[in-house]
Nanobody, 130 residues
């Protein structure tokens, strides 16, 4: 079960950290990822992280600005977002795989496909004003 939180209204240039409470996940689940969806647009891959946190990968639009991390003791995955832009406005979702892929390494083809994630949180709104 996943539950994303931490969204809000921010000014451009600001920072925000999202949290994903990920109860029930184990190393057998595989990678955990963040996606976002803006009105009228397709769901966009942002970042993925393996179980130990040693392997991460980012979508081109957020590379260098967003950082994904996790604290398994707290069953939580984070998305630190810096240098926010108005185009970052969207509903942000955390997602987890169920087939074990990405347990050790997330840099493989398909890591960015929303259809390959079995579990989704409810989403949290992030709005960035200019």
């Amino acid at each position: 079960q996943l539950q994303a939180s931490g969204g809000g209204l921010m000014q451009a240039g600001g920072s925000l950290t999202l949290s994903c409470a990920a109860s029930g996940l184990t190393s057998d689940s595989g990678a955990t990822a963040w996606f976002r969806q803006a009105p009228g647009k397709e769901r966009e891959f942002l970042a993925a992280i393996n179980w130990s946190g040693s392997s991460t990968i980012y979508g081109d639009s957020v590379k260098g600005r967003f950082t994904v991390s996790r604290d398994n003791a707290k069953n939580t995955v984070f998305l630190q977002m810096n240098s926010l832009k108005p185009e970052d406005t969207a509903v942000y979702y955390c997602a987890a795989r169920a087939d074990g892929s990405g347990e050790y390494y997330v840099g493989f083809a398909g890591i960015d496909r929303a259809s390959e994630y079995a579990y989704w949180g409810q989403g949290t709104q992030v709005t960035v004003s200019s």
